[in-house]
């Protein structure tokens, strides 16, 4: 599924790393030799849930997206991870083209200022 979801959102060029628990992709995070733009995560998660995982992403001041899908997201998960400041939440089973919709812009560049002259 998680190579599924990578390809969908970065394409065959894309560089995709996938992780089987929060704490393996925590360890794959701070061993990366580049900053990963985007994280998708699951909520339910063996040894270290999505909420934990972006809590110590948050602890590391990780400057990329995050994004959860999750089958899993109550009341309560949805308000933790508003104030962990996630950029997207998407419940399962979710849309393909609204995920990759919102990939577009959570990974677009912003545009250089135009001043008329």
Not at 4 to 12: E, F, Q, T, Y
Not at 27 to 52: C, Q, S, W, Y
Not at 65 to 76: Q, R
Not at 93 to 100: A, S
Request: glycine share 6%; with cysteine.
């Amino acid at each position: 599924m998680a190579q599924m979801v990578g390809l969908l959102l970065g394409g065959p060029g894309a560089k995709i790393t996938h992780a089987c628990d929060g704490w393996m992709a925590l360890m794959k995070i701070g061993a990366a030799k580049e900053p990963f733009h985007v994280i998708i995560t699951d909520h339910r998660m063996p040894r270290m849930n999505g909420l934990d995982l972006v809590r110590r992403l948050r602890v590391r001041r990780f400057t990329g997206k995050i994004i959860v899908l999750s089958a899993y997201l109550t009341k309560e998960t949805i308000q933790a991870y508003e104030e962990l400041q996630v950029d997207m939440m998407f419940a399962k089973p979710f849309d393909c083209e609204e995920l990759q919709l919102a990939m577009n812009l959570l990974t677009k560049e912003p545009s250089e200022s135009v001043t008329a002259h």
